[in-house]
């Protein structure tokens, strides 16, 4: 009953809280996901909520897939201190009907989106990558930032693999990754120590800005651990496209786009290093996007 799920709610999040106190350098997060059965619509993760949703309570209960997504959605509206992330998105759990029922407000609640998920070793049947999903989600209006994550149900949490998810933070604290969640300060990488710090016209990645009359890129891309071998550097912009790319070898590298096309919604960085381990950055925003 409410009151049960309630009292879990409160216990879990002390829980995480409590071991933040315990730890010097660690932040327990606590969250949900919020699921349907048989996969569509999809599943989303929310987070900094006071409580959970029950998927079997009106108006979540199964029926149309649009209709309980949109009940979900007005639920995130009522509560604009939450966080949310699609996850997973793809033919198994489902795609959110193709990232459907956008609109300004829900897309301020929804600001990450999952790019490969899974306990596996990265190229195994155990991840699942979901790249696409990230640039249609774009595409569709959205601002999501990418994240890449374990979905972990057999233990040895948080290294089963290398995929991190990145955070450009102003302190270890909840209250400043919370803000860094919800401006779109992250990149998602199947490396676990590469490091990127990206720039558009000096703004960091998570940026949104009015039209620009130049466009200069710049990244600090750094793996203390993988020296050898080529890097590809690419921009990526409306649609997927490929806008410029450029190559480097050895571990790190200042890399610099200058006076790239103007016009684009979106400018974000893929990077295939030699092992073909993928990293994706959040998008600098630019201008009035033309949304697919």
């Known amino acids: 009953n409410a009151e049960d799920e309630n009292a879990s709610w409160k216990e879990g999040r002390e829980g995480a809280r409590n071991i933040t106190a315990q730890e010097e350098d660690f932040v327990g997060i606590y969250g949900f996901e919020m699921t349907w059965s048989g ?35 007005d639920t995130l509206n009522e509560n604009p201190e939450t966080i949310s992330q699609f996850n997973h998105p793809g033919d198994t759990f489902g795609d959110f009907m193709d990232f459907a029922l956008y609109d300004p407000v829900i897309d301020n609640q ?38 890449n994550n374990q979905d972990n149900h057999k233990g040895n949490w948080g290294d089963s693999n290398t995929a991190r998810s990145v955070i450009l933070s102003d302190g270890l604290t909840e209250e400043s990754i919370y803000d860094a969640l919800k401006n779109y300060r992250v990149y998602a990488t199947e490396d676990n120590d590469l490091s990127i710090l ?38 990526i912009v409306n649609g997927g496209q490929t806008l410029a790319e450029k190559t480097f070898t050895g571990g790190s590298a200042s890399v610099e786009f200058e006076n790239l096309a103007t016009g684009y919604g979106y400018y974000y960085l893929r990077i295939t290093q030699a092992d073909k381990n993928i990293a994706v950055t959040a998008p600098v925003w630019t201008g009035k996007s033309v949304n697919a």
């Open 39 to 73: 996969g569509a619509p999809g599943h989303i993760n929310t987070f900094n909520s006071e409580g959970f949703e029950n998927r079997n309570a009106e108006p979540y209960r199964k029926g149309d897939n649009y209709e309980v997504l949109e009940a979900y959605y």
């Open 110 to 147: 929804i600001t990450l989106i999952e790019v490969g998920n899974g306990e596996g070793a990265i190229g195994s049947s155990g991840y699942f990558p979901s790249y696409s999903y990230y640039t249609r989600a774009l595409d569709k209006g959205w601002h999501v930032a990418p994240t």
């Open 198 to 235: 990206y720039t558009l016209n000096g703004n960091a990645m998570g940026s949104i800005l009015d039209e620009q009359e130049t466009v200069d890129i710049k990244a600090e891309i750094s793996d203390p651990t993988d020296t050898e071998g080529e890097t590809k550097v690419e921009v």
